[in-house]
């Protein structure tokens, strides 16, 4: 069981990425997968969340209007595409898979797999 992250990098305020999290050993379609950050002395924080089994999604809102969360079932894959972004957006970025199946009340506690992070930077 994998999940491996990809599509970090360093990027100018205002421009936009696209994050890529590709599972192996597991179908991500039973899962709710999540998009957690971390900056430098800092908890995990919980930016974005998408439900295989009931297609809700979940945006924090200091992200809201900016980041898109997507899966793609036929590549086993989910992907965060991130607009307008800020200095405040740098952190490394994790995708988590939890097994409940449903984005409401997630936690960093609560996920199955994790993948090694991407780092984020946005800076000019």
């Known amino acids: 069981v994998q999940l491996q992250a990809s599509g970090g990098g360093l990027v100018q305020p205002g421009g936009s990425l696209r994050l890529s999290c590709a599972a192996s050993g597991f179908t991500l379609g039973y899962y709710a997968i999540n998009w957690f950050r971390q900056a430098p002395g800092e908890e995990h924080k919980r930016v974005s969340c998408?439900?295989?089994?009931?297609?809700?999604?979940y945006y924090a809102d200091s992200v809201k209007s900016r980041f898109t969360i997507s899966i793609d079932n036929a590549k086993n894959a989910v992907y965060l595409q991130m607009n307008s972004l800020k200095p405040e957006d740098t952190a490394v970025y994790y995708c988590?898979?939890?097994?409940?199946?449903?984005?409401?009340?997630?936690?960093?506690?609560?996920?199955?797999?994790w993948g090694k992070g991407t780092q984020v930077t946005v800076s000019s």
């Open positions: 998408k439900s295989g089994p009931d297609s809700t999604t």
């Open positions: 988590a898979a939890d097994g409940i199946g449903t984005c409401g009340g997630g936690s960093a506690g609560r996920m199955d797999y």
